[in-house]
C-alpha cells in the first residue's frame, strides 16, 4: 500500500474535474524537512515556531530563529511557507520564569494573547520572520485570534518591526502576507473583521473543535466527545471556506482535520482547495483528491450541512468517499 502511494509522489493533485488542490506540510522545525521533500509538498502550510522554545529554560535570540525560519524557507524555493508565530500556553508551556500558575490555561493568556502581552519577544520574533521572508516565499500567521484589536496590536507590531529593519538597511519582502488562524468559533462567526485586516486564513480544527464543544483537548476522560463531525464544527469550518471564497481571501485547513482522509470528500465539498497536515499523511490525501469529483461532491456536502443528527451526518459523510 505504502508503495502504490509513492508512486503518487509526482502526480499532480487536481481532481476528476480539474481542480488543483494544494497539499502542504505542518512541521515543527527543519528537522521535518525531509519528510515534506519526500512527501513532495506544494510548500509548508503550517510550521509551528513554538517548538523552537519547548523544552529549554532560554528564549533563542534573534539570530537562532532567523537561522531556523531561513533553512524552512530555502529548503521550499518557489513555493509557500507559512510560518505561525509562537502558540505558547496551554498545552504547549514554556519553562521557568515564563510560565505561571493558570486556572485555566486553554482560555488563559496562550498563543496571540502571549506574544502580545510579551511585545519583546514577539517583536523579536516578526524580526526574525521579516529577515528569513528575503530568502523566499514566507507568509506569518497569527494563531487564537478572536478580537479586532488583537489583529491590530499584530499588525502594527509587524509594521514596526519592518521600519526597525529598514532603519537598519537590511532587507525583507516588503509584500509579505499577514495571515491569521480561526480557531475560535467567534472568528469563525466574525470573519469580516479578519478579511477585512488579513491576507489568509487558516482554520485550526484541532483548537476549533475543543473551543465549539467545550472539550479540553487534552482529557481522556472527555475524548469520546471530541467530534469533528458534530454540525456546529461542521457549519463553522464550512462557514469560513465559504466567506473566504466570496471575499477571494485564501481559506487553509490545517488541524488533524486536514490530514485525516475520513474527512477529504467532505472538506472538497465544502470548496476547500488547501489542505496542510503531517507531511506522512500528503500521499494518502493525494489519493482522496485524485478519485474526487467536486461537482458531484459540492451539492452532497450541502445536504449534509443541513442535517443535525449524528448518526444520518456520520454515515452521508461515509458514503461521499465511496
Ligand atoms: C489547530 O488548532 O488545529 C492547529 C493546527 O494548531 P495546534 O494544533 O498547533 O494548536
Ligand atoms: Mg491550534
Redesign the pocket.
Known sequence: ERSKLNRLRDAHAATLDGETIHLLA?IEGPKDLPAAKTANADGIG?Y?TEFLFLGRDTLPDEEEQYEAYRAVVKAMPGKPVTIRSF?VGAD?ALNGSHSRIEPNPALGLRAVRYSLAEPKMFLTQLRALLRASAHGRLQIMI?MLSHAQEIDQSLALVEKAKAELRAEKIKFDEGIQIGG?I?VPAAALSLGMFTRRLSFLS??????I?YTLAIDRSDEAVVHLYDPLHPAVLKLIAGTIATGARYSLPVAV???MAGDSKYTALLLGMGLRSFSMHPGNILEIKQQVLRSTLGELAPRVQRILKMDEPARIREAVERLAT
Open positions: 505542518n503550517l509551528r502558540d504547549k494563531p488562524m480557531e482554520i485550526g480544527t484541532n483548537d476549533l475543543q490545517c488541524g488533524e
